[in-house]
């Protein structure tokens, strides 16, 4: 099995793709593949990767949006990426291995065509780290070592700070969706969260992940569940009672809700009823609105957690429904 140090000295030189479009930030090459790493330790660190095999035929909603974050520290809004991108070219270092789909060959031409999850999972199962890699990176002292050299040898000071800054939202926030899961649990208690703990956008993050993964990505007012190959999701976790109001991310005083149910129930032309179902406002039909299929949402039931305990609390329902809610329809 290969050393710690030498892990270290090939993260330290990855290959990287110079270009006009990269700036200091990036030291002027393509950040692709440091910032997978980093979101592989991420999952890693967390228990989601288990096994030195990366599956992407499965979920990838998780490493999708911790790479997203660190792309969006340190690389202009107006370009974006795929994760399949850095996955497939990782390839080309010595620790990492494409797991080819029967009957297809991954050769330089077929990985140089790659730039869609799609397109990625056409020829390949997933991925292989070195077994020695994978060992590391489940002890934090060689994760520490493993970040600080990506850090180090792929991005200026600046967006080193902003990465590092990001590694700790994301330890941040999925101890916070933890200890909501947990507190949903028991029974509701009015209080503050404890602000010091957690920055705001690792609260963000957390109630996020812990809301929109007990719905299963799917609206609990209109039933949508729509997940692009590239693990975006159409759904929001939602406040029922605003946070700016309430100071609560308890989980029963949320729900997943899709970007226009989400803009509809926040408007108070939705709400749901004391026996779970939806409410609709007669100012959804006011001239000159169209709802369409909204309106059959009317007295249908709601699509909550598989878990009881997760329901929306009846005390936040209650409250949309007296200071949101617009008048009901008969």
Known sequence: MNDLKYYIEQ?????????????????????????L???VMDLIARGVIIS????????????????????????????RSSIAFPFSRLHNEPFWELVSVDGKDITPPVLNNISTVSQLRAVALGANLDDGLFRYMQIPESRDAFRDTLLTACFSDTARAALLDQAKIHAQAYEYSKELLQKARLPLVQQVIDEVSYQPEARDQGFRRAVVGAYDHRCALCGVRLITSEGHTVVDAAHIQPWSISRIDDMRNGMALCKICHWVFDEGLLGVSDSYTVLISVQITAHPNIPGNLIALSGRGILPPTEHDLWPAQQYLQWHRSYVLGTLAS
């Open 11 to 35: 993260f330290a030189r990855l290959r990287r793709a110079p270009g006009s479009v990269w700036t200091d930030a990036t030291r002027k090459q393509a950040p692709h593949k440091p910032i």
């Open 37 to 39: 790493l980093l979101a």
């Open 52 to 79: 030195r095999f990366i599956d992407i035929k499965g979920d990838l909603n998780e490493l999708n949006e911790l790479f997203t974050n660190y792309w969006r520290r340190v690389v202009p809004l107006a370009q």
